[in-house]
Nanobody
Framework: QVQLVESGGGLVQAGGSLRLSCAASGRTFSSYYMGWFRHAPGKEREFVAGRWRTGSADYANSVKGRFTISRDNAKNTIYLQMNSLKPEDTAVYYC???????????????WGQGTQVTVSS
């Protein structure tokens, strides 16, 4: 069992930055592939970034070069550093845990409650 709690969302102007955090509890956290998703009004939920405990990360094309996902395994926390934010990044952002790597939300067993990110133009 893994519990996930996101924080760090807010309102920012276009071009600004935010860092989201996701605190995980549960002994098996380190064995999961951790991902960030977002869900904007009128759109489908989409994969943003993900990574295993070690190794390289995966990113959606829309955020490559602007967002960075990282993990602090000692703190059981994952982060999403978001730079050069655009109005189209506005969404509720969720962290999630999956036993397999990938962008399909159906493979993720555990989800946080979400945190709102709003980017004004």
């Amino acid at each position: 069992q893994v519990q996930l709690v996101e924080s760090g969302g807010g309102l920012v102007q276009a071009g600004g930055s935010l860092r989201l955090s996701c605190a995980a509890s549960g002994r098996t956290f380190s064995s999961y592939y951790m991902g960030w998703f977002r869900h904007a009004p009128g759109k489908e939920r989409e994969f943003v970034a993900g990574r295993w405990r070690t190794g390289s990360a995966d990113y959606a094309n829309s955020v490559k070069g602007r967002f960075t996902i990282s993990r602090d395994n000692a703190k059981n926390t994952i982060y999403l550093q978001m730079n050069s934010l655009k109005p189209e990044d506005t969404a509720v952002y969720y962290c999630a845990a999956s036993p397999v790597a990938g962008s399909r939300s159906s493979t993720y067993n555990y989800w946080g409650q979400g945190t709102q990110v709003t980017v004004s133009s």
